[in-house]
Each structure stands twice: as C-alpha cells, then as structure tokens.
C-alpha cells in the first residue's frame, strides 16, 4: 500500500526538489520552537529535522500510513554556525568569510514512517557537501546582496541562483546545497513505500 507523503518544511526549494523528482506529496509544517542542544553541525541538523518531523506529526489529525519529512541544513565555516542573515551587514560579514575558502553544507533529513496503527519507526540520514567559493571583492558581494537572494538563505548564498558564477567548485551532493539530498531521499520513500509505479 502506498503511503502519504508529507513535508514538514515551508521551504520553497525543498518543494521544487521533490517535485523535480516526481514525488507525490502535500506539505503541512507544524508549530513549535526549534533550539538544538547539540555542537557539532553533523548532530544540530539532525536534531532540527526530527524536531521539524515530530511538529508536522503533532499537527496531523490522522497520520496512519503516513512518511513524514523534515529536514534543516546549515552551512559552517571553521565550526562556526553561518544562519541565515539578520540583515545586510550580517549576510556581507558570512559572504567576506566564505570568499576564496572552502566550507560544509550539512542537511539532516528524518524521515518518520508511521504504519497502518499509527505506530511510528524513524530514518536519520546527514549529508555533507563541501563547497568552494571564488575570490570576491567588496563590491561584488553588495552587489549580490542587493539582489535579495541571501536573505532567507543559510550562509547568505544559494547555489542555484546568481551565486553560482562565485562556485569554484564542489565536493559532494549539489542538491544538498540546495537544501535536501534528493537521491538519497527518493531511494528511502521508495523502500518505505512512499513511491509506487
């Protein structure tokens, strides 16, 4: 029998992605303060993303033979945690860091599969990219600050916007840049029934 496919994001992108892959799914994004105990990256996304997961399902009425996914990525530099921006100055402070070095993207991807009793077993997956960015000058960084794209963005950048002429390269998934590793999901909602042909 085929399962319910709901993501537990707001995230725009993360919405395309799947949609790209031809999942089937309705997105339902529950409440609820998100604060992480952990310190290392790898461990804060995997904790947001069973937080995201487990506020969707508690948002959820009915959730027999459902898969819910919630996911959360963060970029950091040297250990340190790059959000998305406060404002301007603070997007151009991330953007002067990430110039001419190397960083992590990390995704945490949960995946919470309750059967048929609404009984539910959970799916933990992280995904580390590393990304490379050009020398920038001054100047073209508040240009493309002023385009808006970092705004909403972890580390004040998207890989699929106009940023990508600043990618000096990758090591790793594209997608999870983008925000969700889109093989490694589509491979586990086909195991657990999330996909049918």
Sequence with gaps: ?????????????????????GVKFEVCVGGGEEHYQSTKPAEIVKELALMKAENTACAMENKKSHLIIGADTIVALDGEILGKPT???????????????????YTGVVIVDFDENERKSITYHVEETTVVVQEMDDEEIRRYIATGEPMDKAGSYGIQGSFAAYIARIEGDYYNVVGLPVAYLYQQLKKLGGICF
């Design 1 to 21: 029998m085929k399962k319910k496919v709901i993501l537990g994001s707001a995230s725009p992108r993360r919405r395309e992605l799947l949609t790209q892959i």
């Design 87 to 105: 404002d301007e100055e603070d997007a151009f402070r991330m953007l002067s860091h990430l110039q001419g070095r190397e960083h992590q993207v």
